[in-house]
């Protein structure tokens, strides 16, 4: 296996600016919300997080490789049946939370808006992905 990684040194920090930047945003809005406390312990744990993102990016295998945003076909499709079975769960626990929140409360509360993301990008993807096979 090559080093590859050396040159794309862009590509190594690919996840871990995504830390930061979703990092950034969730510790601002703890902040305002005056917990600020709660919010410098966020910027804490997302900056270790991309330093932690950073370092294993430059390291080799199947992880660095998806994390760099590079690899190849095999590593690619890893990383896809991943991000499917992720978004199976995340689709799974919306669901739940919309049944046990009118169970509680006799409304769903936010999780409709989650199962109706979710199903329509489900149906945008199916339409998009249709038509390019």
């Not at 969730?26 to 270790?48: C, D, E, N, P, R």
């Amino acid at each position: 296996m090559s080093n590859t990684h050396a040159h794309h040194p862009l590509r190594r920090g690919a996840s871990a600016a995504v830390l930061v930047v979703g990092g950034r945003a969730l510790t601002a809005a703890v902040w305002a919300s005056g917990q600020h406390g709660l919010a410098l312990a966020s910027a804490l744990f997302y900056l270790a997080a991309a330093g932690l993102a950073w370092w294993w990016a430059g390291g080799r295998g199947d992880v660095a490789a998806v994390l760099r945003a590079e690899g190849d076909e095999r590593q690619r499709g890893l990383d896809r049946d991943a991000t499917a079975v992720t978004g199976l769960a995340m689709c799974v626990a919306a669901i739940v939370g919309a049944v046990v929140e009118t169970a509680r409360t006799g409304q769903p509360g936010a999780y409709w808006v989650l199962c109706l993301v979710g199903a329509g990008a489900h149906v945008v993807a199916l339409t998009a992905l249709r038509s390019r096979r």
